[in-house]
């Protein structure tokens, strides 16, 4: 039978441990949709931490915000719900759940929440802009910064960007004088773009033009990767055409781009094909390819479209033929230019407008799709992807965390330079709160989170039935929790995010509080009343000293305590001691009686009103109140945990 049991218990163990891991893995899966803009992908594993009650707080923000960016508002105001009226929530949420409901047609609900919005931000300039253009997904996407940029050491003193991964090594374009030769190009008396090659992790790597035929005399740059139907690797990448006219071309020294092929022969790259989706009339470049090797996107100003440069795409065929391209249609394309799509893993588009609503010039962007994958909706990535001058030519690595991005923003060296990226989400701290003599997890502790420099509370919450407590935090800030029970003296921790790695979504904080030595605390205890000149324990009287037994025998059961009786100053002494007497072993032999062992109660002893807590001496100088403090039965605590002695 002990064996039995023995398995019993180990398997629950198991199946235990299994569901952590399960949902750990939710988690996990769904911060890397959502940081991939994968939002109909990250719903079900959100979903299912909801159900399953795991980290179900920060779920619930994660789902409002993922159904918001779908633009299904519907389902959004369910989770908002769940979480809005939390102290600690970050006050952006008050206007995203503003505009949810404005968009669901609950207008009176959706004022009260913008003006407490507006309470915690009266100059938010951003919102205001993207209000303007009614992009709601970027307001929800750019309410925390979620990037950080820093320009890359191959950059040269002219044009470098459009970086691609492969094979360790970033393949990008550039026009630096030290390694290109030919004439310089008119438009920016620069030379002509050629393809490079640097190592990515090696900084001492020197840039060096792709080894084949694929370089010549004119443009070369925006490079991809892909497999042809024999699963060899190709290259994808644009160069221009330059025309003298010709007769019926209609062509007049025009630079059109076209987008070619090349494979890897020998060490080399040599040029394979001219794409059927190019012409001599019009411009086709940029060129994307997704993940299964099934859709070229690229941008393209041939005729039909929405503007000057559009994002088109266009089905590859199994055997390698691109078919006819579609236009990406006008939620992508304006009466501007879109230019420089890239299409990550998850299959979300991303492209550079000058368009759109943005921060400069061209500005990066991404789309959004529902759950059938058709795009609804877009975003600007906000600063520091975008500035006040052109970006463009994103490109994202498969962690969703990392990538780079071209630009000419001041602080460059060159015109156009390369940036590294990375993706920062929200840091979040979390811990429980524990006992510091029995390890059991505190609830309702009061968590009061402080910013050091400025010395001010930014948070405050309580911690939950299992001890667990949760604030959003910045990062590179030094913090301090102020954590606080009745039952337990208040504490300081002090922490900072400064070296908090930047894929770090959540640092752990744990606390210790010690128990105060004062069991009335601990139990609870109301006031003890005995029947006048009466020791006999009242039915009201042993419902506070049952709270005193669960105390002893379940939440510190190594507690050792004295008894101690009192009175007020009416009567006798050697009244008063007898009744302080009898009322201190009715009590001890109540508590012994319902499971108290002897040995931890070392003593009970009444002390009449020898020992009074105020000034008062009779009922003439007394008022009622003062002579009810003095009728008092004392728990003097000597130990708490087993070998310390709490006091003498």
């Known amino acids: ?29 769904a911060d890397y949709y959502f940081s991939k803009f994968s939002y109909s992908l990250a719903i079900p594993e959100y979903e299912r931490m909801v159900e399953t009650d795991f980290n179900a ?30 102290a600690t929530l970050p006050t952006d949420y008050y206007f995203k759940y503003a505009m949810a409901l404005y968009a669901n047609g609950d207008m009176e609900e959706s004022e009260v929440w913008l003006k407490k919005y507006k309470k915690y931000n009266k100059n938010d300039s951003r919102v205001k802009r993207f209000l303007q253009d009614g992009n709601l997904a970027s307001v929800v996407f750019n309410s925390r910064q979620r990037y950080e940029v820093e320009p890359v050491a191959f950059n040269s003193t002219d044009s470098d960007f459009g970086v691609y991964r492969f094979m360790g090594n970033l393949y990008f374009g550039s026009s630096r004088r030290d390694a290109v030769t030919g004439e310089s190009y008119g438009w920016n008396n620069e030379p002509w773009l050629d393809l490079f090659v640097v190592q990515e992790d090696n900084p001492m790597s020197e840039p060096k033009r792709v080894k084949g035929d694929i370089n010549t005399k004119y443009h070369e740059s925006s490079v991809a990767f892909s497999t042809d139907y024999k699963n060899d690797t190709i290259m994808y990448f644009t160069r221009n055409n ?19 092929t090349a494979k890897f022969i020998d060490g080399k790259w040599e040029e394979n094909s001219n ?12 060129p994307s390819v997704n993940l299964a090797r099934t859709r070229i996107y690229f941008a393209s100003d041939r005729p039909g479209g929405y503007g000057g440069t559009d994002i088109y795409y266009a089905e590859i065929h199994e055997r390698g033929g691109v078919q006819e391209p579609i236009n990406a249609g006008p939620i992508v394309n304006t009466e501007g230019n879109e230019m420089f799509p890239f299409i990550n893993e998850e299959g979300k588009l991303f492209f550079s407008s000058d368009g759109h609503v943005g921060f400069g010039q061209l500005d990066v962007f991404s789309t959004i799709s529902n759950e059938d994958g058709k795009v609804i909706d877009i975003i600007n990535l906000g600063t520091p992807i975008n500035s006040s001058s052109d970006d463009f030519a994103y490109y994202g690595l498969p962690n969703g965390l990392d990538g780079y991005v071209s630009s ?36 309702s502790v009061q968590i009061k989170l402080f910013d050091q420099v400025t010395n001010t509370m ?11 407590y949760r604030f959003p935090v910045n990062r590179k800030t030094n913090y301090m929790i102020e954590a606080v029970r009745k039952t337990h ?58 709270k005193v037994v669960r105390v002893m025998n379940n939440t510190y059961p190594d507690m050792i305590i004295k008894l101690e009786a009192h009175t007020d100053p009416v009567g006798s002494h050697e009244y008063n001691d007898d009744l302080s007497e009898r009322r201190a072993k009715s009590t001890y032999e109540y508590l012994i009686e319902n499971g108290v062992s002897q040995d931890r109660i070392v003593s009970y002893k009444g002390f009449g009103k020898r020992v009074p807590i105020n000034k008062c001496t009779s009922k003439e100088d007394c008022t ?5 403090l003095n009728r008092r039965t004392e728990f003097p605590i000597l130990q708490i945990k087993k070998g310390v002695l709490a006091s003498k």
């Open 1 to 29: 039978m002990k064996n039995y049991k023995n398995i019993v218990v180990l398997m629950l163990l198991l199946l235990v441990a299994q569901l952590s891991i399960a949902q750990v893995a939710s988690q996990k899966k």
């Open 275 to 286: 794409l059927r989706v190019n012409s001599d009339y019009y411009s086709t470049g940029h």
């Open 242 to 260: 330059f025309y003298d006219k010709k007769a019926g071309y209609g062509v007049s020294n025009e630079i059109n781009l076209k987008i070619y």
């Open 624 to 628: 009622p109140e003062e002579l009810e």
């Open 408 to 443: 000419n923003r001041e602080g460059g060296v060159g015109s156009d330079d390369i940036y590294k990226f990375k993706f920062t989400p929200a840091l979040d701290v979390e811990g429980y709160v524990v006992d510091g003599v029995n390890n059991q997890m505190l609830d």
């Open 489 to 546: 003296p208040h504490k300081n921790v002090y922490f900072n995010t400064s070296k908090t790695p930047k894929a770090q979504k959540i640092m752990r904080q744990d606390i210790v509080l010690e128990p105060v030595l004062d069991l009335k605390l601990l139990a609870g205890l109301n006031k003890i009343y005995f029947d006048f000149n009466k020791s006999d324990i009242r039915p009201d009287a042993a419902r506070e000293l049952d």
């Open 57 to 86: 707080e920060y779920a619930h923000q994660q789902l409002a915000e993922c159904y918001l960016l779908i633009r299904d508002y519907k389902k959004s105001i369910p989770h908002f719900s769940a979480v809005i009226n939390n």
């Open 458 to 468: 930014v948070a405050q919450t309580m911690t939950d039935e299992n001890g667990y």
